[in-house]
């Protein structure tokens, strides 16, 4: 009777462990990217060896603005390593809570001079990439959030949903997730995303 709890237990460690391994795999690119980040950010991990960026950890602090130990991960590119259309590119890793995951913000100008304000946010949990934009508009120095705004401006400077793709392609995939597979051996690629559900704001604009 032992000899069978016993082994009743093993199966049951081991089931149980294959489970958790298979749970913790990265299930997409930008899985890969957090969970690594997570596993090393407060030692030296693959952001590092980039050239052209900044790298460092915002100690959090609670609602009361006690100072937590937890913190979150900044990396922060320079604007000469994106060219002249785009600037400030920079992720932000949330460790901790119902929002764990991965944040991106870039600017681009548009034709107008206007910035538009990409807002991108991978949902660990959910595993979901959302793709969101906001314009600043100069003359007012305020930004503008109300998407039937956004499009009705989107539409009087010209900008059709295809360049919003491109602008998101060429800093998203060509520059972050190519930087990526460059210090880390990745099963992804910036056309091979992986298992992730995908929600774009512009889709059908």
Not at 72 to 86: P, R
Not at 168 to 176: A, L, R, S
Request: proline letters at 1%.
């Amino acid at each position: 009777m032992k000899k069978i709890l016993a082994l009743i237990v093993l199966f049951v460690i081991i089931v149980s462990s294959c489970f958790y391994f298979f749970v913790r795999q990265p299930k997409n690119i930008f899985d890969e990217i957090y969970l690594e980040t997570a596993k090393n950010y407060l030692g030296y991990y693959n952001f590092n060896e980039l050239k052209n960026v900044t790298v460092k950890n915002r100690k959090l602090y609670d609602s009361n603005m006690n100072e937590t130990d937890k913190y979150e991960s900044i990396i922060t590119y320079d604007d000469s390593s994106l060219g002249s259309d785009a600037k400030n590119l920079e992720l932000r890793f949330n460790f901790e809570g119902s929002s764990k995951g991965v944040n991106i913000w870039f600017e681009r100008y548009a034709n107008s001079g206007e910035l538009i304000n990409f807002v991108i946010h991978y949902e660990f949990k959910k595993e979901v990439l959302v793709k969101k934009i906001m314009i600043y508009e100069n003359r007012v120095e305020t930004y503008i959030e109300d998407e039937a705004q956004v499009k009705s401006y989107l539409e009087q400077y010209g900008i059709t949903a295809k360049d919003l793709d491109s602008y998101f392609d060429e800093i998203v995939n060509q520059k972050v997730l190519k930087d990526w597979c460059t210090v880390y051996d990745s099963k992804y690629s910036p056309s091979n995303y992986g298992d992730v559900k995908i929600e774009t704001q512009w889709e059908n604009w």
